[in-house]
T-cell receptor
Framework: GQQLNQSPQSMFIQEGEDVSMNCTSSSIFNTWLWYKQDPGEGPVLLIA?????ELTSNGRLTAQFGITRKDSFLNISASIPSDVGIYFCAGPSNQNAGGTSYGKLTFGQGTILTVHP | DGGITQSPKYLFRKEGQNVTLSCEQNLNHDAMYWYRQDPGQGLRLIYYSQIVNDFQKGDIAEGYSVSREKKESFPLTVTSAQKNPTAFYLC?????????????FGPGTRLTVT
């Protein structure tokens, strides 16, 4: 089945630094999603990408859909303490060639981000 | 406000007891999902349902049961057969259709079994 490999597994950075993380797949995805999970809470959708090569920003966050459709990248600029959490990438597990999704997602293992003030 | 609610936030049970976790959504989503998360780990799919009165096993369904009698509700029962039930449980929902794959999550229920 599909697998998503997310790296790095964890990051320890100083406040103000930029962060980069990526996700690679063994198969082609038509959609890439990036979530953030605060400690003790449910994941929140940050950015959704629907087209190869697409670059989308949400405040200090920027995500890109790789042109091979097998990878995606998330960058956080000028990190702040509230960026702490786990970042997950995800893609549809059962989307057909026509683009219809049947709902299931495959998740990466997550990147744990720690920001030191 | 539209969203997904899970209750309670914290749940404590004695070993050998069944326990049911609640999940309700008012987003009019067709599909609902249950995930398990262990400390420092990713999300593992327990069960999912794409339509009322139908559901499918996910990757770790053993020791769990679900029902989907209403579109808005997808309760999860952790049975005494589940060997390691202590975990953080997350419910999610999504629409199904062209280009749709975004799931929206509830706040989670942390279950502790002693």
């Amino acid at each position: 089945g599909q697998q998503l490999n997310q790296s790095p597994q964890s990051m320890f950075i100083q406040e103000g630094e930029d962060v980069s993380m990526n996700c690679t797949s063994s198969s082609i995805f038509n959609t890439w999603l990036w979530y953030k999970q605060d400690p003790g809470e449910g994941p929140v959708l940050l950015i959704a990408l629907y087209k190869a090569g697409e670059l989308t920003s949400n405040g200090r966050l920027t995500a890109q859909f790789g042109i091979t459709r097998k990878d995606s990248f998330l960058n956080i600029s000028a990190s702040i303490p509230s960026d702490v959490g786990i970042y997950f990438c995800a893609g549809p597990s059962n989307q057909n060639a026509g683009g219809t999704s049947y709902g299931k997602l495959t998740f990466g293992q997550g990147t744990i981000l720690t920001v030191h003030p | 406000d539209g969203g997904i609610t899970q209750s309670p936030k914290y749940l404590f049970r004695k070993e050998g007891q069944n326990v049911t976790l609640s999940c309700e959504q008012n987003l009019n989503h067709d599909a609902m999902y249950w995930y398990r998360q262990d400390p420092g780990q990713g999300l593992r799919l327990i069960y999912y349902s794409q339509i009322v009165n139908d559901f499918q096993k996910g990757d770790i369904a053993e020791g769990y049961s679900v029902s989907r009698e209403k579109k808005e509700s997808f309760p999860l029962t952790v049975t005494s057969a589940q060997k390691n039930p202590t975990a953080f449980y997350l419910c999610a929902s999504s629409i199904i259709g062209q280009g749709a794959s975004e799931q929206y999550f509830g706040p989670g229920t942390r279950l502790t079994v002693t």
